[in-house]
Nanobody, 122 residues
Framework: QVQLVESGGGLVQAGGSLRLSCAASGRTSSAYAMGWFRQAPGKERDFVGAIFGSGGSTYVAASVKGRFTISRDNAKNTVYLQMNSLKPEDTAVYYC???????????????WGPGTQVTVSS
């Protein structure tokens, strides 16, 4: 199995930055797609971004394009979500996920972390 643990969440003012980390352990594979999703209170869990393969291909949602970037350190089995120019609407629980397919769809991600809270104040 694969275990994922997010870190780096917290409280930040609008316009600030945070970097989330997702550390993977267990039977990990560099071929896994690594994704970030978020869920705000009362809303569906939405795709934020993903990185595929060994780190060459990344995708982010339109709502965060230009502000969020995804990177991967294969040696550390860690994926990062760099969040800049944060807005109050970015407030959510952020989840790291991993799966065997290159997809932005939640249903194709097999493993999930417990989530980390990101709160952006105005």
């Amino acid at each position: 199995q694969v275990q994922l643990v997010e870190s780096g969440g917290g409280l930040v003012q609008a316009g600030g930055s945070l970097r989330l980390s997702c550390a993977a352990s267990g039977r990990t594979s560099s071929a896994y797609a690594m994704g970030w999703f978020r869920q705000a209170p009362g809303k569906e869990r939405d795709f934020v971004g993903a990185i595929f393969g060994s780190g060459g291909s990344t995708y982010v949602a339109a709502s965060v394009k230009g502000r969020f970037t995804i990177s991967r350190d294969n040696a550390k089995n860690t994926v990062y979500l760099q969040m800049n120019s944060l807005k109050p609407e970015d407030t959510a629980v952020y989840y790291c996920a991993a799966g065997p397919f290159e997809s932005t769809s939640e249903k194709y991600f097999t493993y999930w972390g417990p989530g980390t809270q990101v709160t952006v104040s105005s």
